[in-house]
């Protein structure tokens, strides 16, 4: 059990903050609020949507009455659990860590003191778990990068860096799954979509699956069937 805050965020949302280091034990009671409120379905309820360390729940404006809500939430929240693990599913995502499609490996080895191949060889050995989906539609955020592979953003962030790009960027590593400006270090593309928005669970990932990244040749890529 996590100690938490409710508070009103806007005219129509909560927002519910925990207490806590970010963590998988953390994600995991995070879901499992998210689990319990769609459950009670609050009048007005729209849709909960969580992060690292809160979760922000949507209403109609004109369909619920924001302290009863949070009253009843707050009541709620105090015997909900953590969910499981159960359905978690691990996805192993090819990459081609090519030049032609890795404008920063380099660089990321000479910051890391690292040789290319070991970049590669670091950045394919872990298993990523995923915490949460943001900052674009489908953008995994992975944990558990090598401490080794620690490469700070780019001081001159790219107009458009084209989806399925896999990047560091500080202490994460993860993939552009649409095509969108960033600052993060480019180091290899995968030839998977990752995001399809004609699917209805569009992101390839939800949280608490995880990701394991295998190298590829550029020939493998090239000749990727979608």
């Not at 609050?42 to 949070?70: D, H, R």
């Not at 095509?179 to 979509?193: F, V, Y």
């Given at each position: ?93 090819p990459v081609c860590y090519d030049a032609s499609l890795a404008p920063d490996l380099e660089y990321v080895a000479n910051k890391t003191s690292l ?112």
């Open positions: 059990m996590f100690d938490f805050s409710v508070n009103l965020n806007s005219d129509n949302s909560l927002i519910i903050e925990f207490s806590g280091d970010i963590s998988l034990e953390l994600t995991r009671f995070i879901l499992g609020c998210k689990q319990s409120i769609e459950q009670s379905h609050p009048n007005g309820f729209i849709e909960a949507v969580p992060a690292y360390n809160s979760l922000l729940v949507i209403f109609n404006p004109l369909g619920w009455k924001p302290q009863q809500t949070i009253q009843s939430i707050e009541k709620s929240l105090r015997s909900t659990k953590a969910v499981g693990a159960t359905d978690a599913k691990k996805h192993v995502i040789s290319v191949e070991e970049v590669i060889q670091l950045h394919t050995a872990s298993e990523y778990p995923v915490y949460m989906l943001g900052f674009l539609p489908g953008f995994l955020y992975l944990g558990g990068l090598n401490p080794k592979l620690h490469c700070a953003r780019r001081d001159d962030p790219r107009a458009k860096v084209e989806a399925g790009s896999v990047a560091i960027g500080g202490e994460q590593t993860g993939i552009y799954p649409i095509d969108s400006p960033g600052g993060w270090n480019i180091i290899g593309k995968t030839p998977m979509r990752i995001f399809n928005i004609t699917k209805k669970n569009p992101a390839i990932a939800k949280p608490l699956d995880t990701i394991q990244f295998t190298s590829i040749s550029l020939d493998e890529f090239n000749s990727y069937e979608h």
